[in-house]
């Protein structure tokens, strides 16, 4: 096994196709990322359908490629033109885009490039560190304790859900409705079909995240015309003075292990953790006025946190088959067209993938420098991009792309319902995340909770198991308590006032 | 209901928050007072929630294998039924939650046709795309490609330009074409996809 496990990274080192996949995943993801409108996950899902001819360390290798560039790209324009390319640069654009307006645009770029290597490598490391040890613990997980671990999933889904919990937890529960209609795997009964054939097949996760993700955000950006966007273009100089630079090492660590700690909490995903890099780095600063001003520790925080949640949400996806955030959502869904589940086992039976994707981040990481480096000074041109051009060449790869899933136009009209329904629910406040979580877990959650049943053919199977016990009160609690919080919140301003 | 899209701009107190992950815990549907232009939306939501609950449940109900006994496995319908009667719930929630609040609140916003008007353009999108998925049988995939980016591409750089740039606007849809056609030579050619 470990000479295999050997060949494969051996042969991803030295195999120049790879190598020349990674690094333009790498670039494109960059200038997706970079572009306003278009976060990590719609590019993801975007370019997806390229990987389909791709053998899986191909495929695996450009996926994480663009995966790590579009997480650094969003920095791009949020400190070139104060509007986050990607969710998780919202917080980098508080002291971005203001020490761009100060002079100092290049030496942002530089600062957030250089955070997001230091994030990405440490995201690495503990991924590297904590993936084998997560799963040889999940190896002895048996259909309760997952069924446990996919409730809980849907659980912090619903907490980090933007809004409120209430709203998280109904898409997830549309998601899982979602991921019912079709044969039943076990009985191959219909469920939700209405007699119609094609339902047969289900409701296809790519094709809903490519219209959840790609085509609802084109919906959305084409509500109103906009004038075109004038970003700094003059950088001046790139690299930032060595004194100031040397002084935020301990910054971009304590980012990143924010950062990784984040990202490997089911669905948590990076927009809480560059916040709480940021809050971090604010209270533990001498003098926490000057943030928001144009600062570096204000980008190195949250850019080494952002970057550092690439590696974290690797770990649930490849330990226990349960996405990290909605970018490895849609990974899972590429694993599925290679036939790979992800999940412990990938430990035992599929080592040469874990290899893969371990070589694959580390390569990404050291790409994105070096493209980075390259070409920081051109990348303000991107930006200057006219919507025209760029929304309806998203659209176009969203009726390819879905329809290269199965070759089926049944997919393409898929997609677009789900670009209809996650528009609306972007118009309303109902977080779309949730659905394509929801996709994901329904089938290991069901699955797990029926054979749980027909090998114990007993309810009580799931609290009498210590770990599936623990992992359902976690769910429950966090399901409950910020609700009883915000009512004991209540109840004392009542109390309050009645005083 | 809380909505993203008018929430209020990021400043370093809000980061504070969400730093401290209080931001996505309180359930109330109608609160935070960026969002009020919307409120009447959660009756609406939660009405169409209610209308997909009895719709499914409906296909629940006239598939009877599905209750049949299946021993110890709890059957297909397990997940199917738990989950409509979550959606339902939702549903209800939302609904008696956004009459509660018009009925004891007298500030709270009634419901208004503007935010309509501003789906006009991506409710034509939606139903373009619909065409296109039906002319693709008929077609072709480059006809229709063509056609679609050129067309979006001019009604898109119409609506950022105005008529005052009719050569720009002659190029970005020209430019958006090719586009299309790039990519579907690269699906075409490179990535084996039979688009025919």
Redesign the interface.
């Known amino acids: 096994m470990l000479t295999e496990v050997f060949n494969t990274v051996l042969h991803t080192l030295t195999d120049p196709v790879g190598l020349g996949l990674c690094l333009g995943g790498v670039l494109v993801g960059i200038i997706l990322g970079a572009l306003p409108g278009i976060s990590s996950t719609m590019a993801l899902a975007v370019l997806l359908?390229?990987s389909?001819?791709m053998n899986l360390p191909h495929a695996m290798l450009f996926l994480i490629a663009v995966f790590s560039g579009s997480v650094y790209g969003g920095s791009i324009s949020a400190i070139l033109i104060n509007i986050p390319g990607t969710p998780g640069a919202?917080?980098t654009?508080?002291d971005g885009y203001p020490m761009a307006r100060n002079g100092r645009a290049g030496e942002a770029l530089t600062y957030a490039l250089f955070a997001s290597t230091l994030g990405g490598i440490l995201g690495w490391i503990l991924l590297v560190i904590l993936a084998p040890l997560i799963a040889s613990v999940a190896l002895a997980f048996q259909s309760p304790e997952y069924a446990a671990i996919a409730l809980f999933g849907l659980a912090m889904l619903a907490?980090?859900?933007?809004?409120?919990?209430?709203?998280?937890?109904?898409a997830g529960?549309?998601g899982?409705?979602v991921a019912?209609v079709g044969l039943?795997p076990?009985?191959d009964?219909?469920?939700?079909?209405?007699g119609l054939g094609s339902l047969q097949l289900g409701l296809g996760i790519i094709p809903a995240a490519v219209g959840i993700f790609g085509?609802a955000e084109?919906?959305?950006g084409?509500?109103?015309?906009?004038?075109?966007l004038r970003p700094i273009e003059k950088l001046s100089r790139m690299l930032p003075p060595w004194q100031e630079a040397s002084r935020l090492w301990v910054t971009g660590l304590r980012g990143s292990i924010v950062g990784a700690f984040v990202g490997a909490i089911p669905a948590a995903g990076s927009?809480?953790a560059v916040?709480?890099?940021?809050?971090?780095e604010?209270r533990r600063a001498k003098n926490p006025e000057k943030?928001?001003t144009g600062i570096p520790a204000g980008i190195v925080a949250p850019e080494s946190a952002n970057n550092a949640c690439v590696g974290g949400a690797l770990i649930p996806l490849i330990t226990l088959g349960i996405p990290g955030d909605s970018m490895t959502a849609v990974l899972v869904g590429a694993l599925l067209i290679h036939g790979l589940r992800p999940g412990p086992a990938m430990f035992e039976q599929h080592l040469d993938f874990v290899a893969i994707v371990y070589v694959a981040l580390l390569f990404a990481v050291v790409a994105t420098l070096a493209i980075g480096l390259l070409g920081n000074r051109y990348f303000a041109r991107i930006l200057r991009t006219?919507?025209?051009?760029l929304?309806?060449?998203v659209?176009?790869?969203c009726?390819?792309?879905s329809?290269?899933v199965r070759?089926s136009?049944y997919d393409?009209?898929v997609m677009?319902g789900f670009?209809?329904v996650g528009?609306v629910m972007?118009?309303?406040?109902?977080?779309t995340a949730p659905v394509i979580f929801g996709m994901v877990l329904?089938p290991i959650?069901?699955e797990n909770?029926?054979r749980s049943?027909?090998i114990y053919?007993d309810w009580s199977v799931f609290v009498t198991r210590p770990i599936s016990a623990a992992v359902l009160a976690i769910s429950l609690a966090t399901l409950v308590l910020?609700?009883l919080?915000?009512l004991a919140g209540q109840l004392a301003r009542r109390k309050t006032r009645g005083v | 209901?809380?909505?993203?899209?008018k929430r209020a701009p990021?400043t370093?107190a809000n980061?504070?928050t969400?730093?401290?992950?209080e931001?996505?815990?309180?359930?109330?549907?109608a609160a935070d007072p960026q969002?009020q232009s919307?409120g009447c939306?959660?009756i609406l939501?939660g009405f169409a929630?209610l209308l997909l609950t009895a719709a499914?449940a409906y296909?629940?109900v006239q598939?009877p294998?599905?209750s049949e006994d299946?021993?110890?496995?709890?059957?297909?319908?397990?997940?199917?039924v738990l989950?409509?009667w979550?959606?339902g719930a939702?549903g209800a929630?939302l609904v008696a939650d956004g009459l509660f609040r018009l009925w004891r609140e007298p500030d709270w916003p009634r419901f208004s046709f503007a935010?309509f008007r501003?789906?006009a353009?991506?409710v034509a999108?939606?139903l373009s795309?619909?065409v296109?998925?039906w002319l693709?049988?008929r077609t072709g995939?480059i006809v229709v490609?063509s056609v679609?980016?050129i067309g979006?591409?001019?009604?898109?750089?119409l609506?950022?330009l105005g008529r005052k740039q009719p050569r720009q606007v002659i190029l970005?849809?020209l430019?958006?074409g090719l586009?299309?056609a790039g990519?579907?030579l690269?699906?075409k050619k490179?990535?084996?996809?039979?688009?025919d």
């Open positions: 359908p390229f389909f001819g919202i917080v654009q508080m907490y980090s859900s933007p809004g409120s919990t209430f709203l998280g937890l109904l529960v549309i899982l409705l019912t039943d076990t009985t009964i219909e469920r939700f079909t209405f085509i084109v919906l959305k084409i509500e109103h015309g906009g004038p075109r927009a809480i916040a709480v890099a940021y809050a971090q604010k943030f928001g006219p919507r025209a051009m929304l309806t060449a659209t176009v790869l009726i390819v792309g329809y290269a070759n136009l393409v009209v677009i670009g209809g528009y972007n118009r309303v406040g109902i977080p329904g959650l069901e909770v029926r049943m027909i053919d910020p609700g919080r915000a | 209901m809380p909505d993203l899209s990021i370093e980061i504070v969400e730093g401290s992950l931001a996505s815990s309180v359930p109330n549907l969002n919307n939306h959660a939501i929630l499914l296909g629940v598939n294998v599905l299946f021993g110890s496995d709890p059957g297909p319908a397990l997940q199917p989950l409509l979550l959606l939702g929630i935010g501003e789906m353009v991506p999108m939606i795309l619909l296109a998925a693709i049988k995939f490609l679609f980016s979006w591409g001019a009604t898109l750089a609506q950022d970005l849809a430019g958006a586009i299309a990519i579907y690269v699906f490179l990535i084996g996809v039979p688009l």
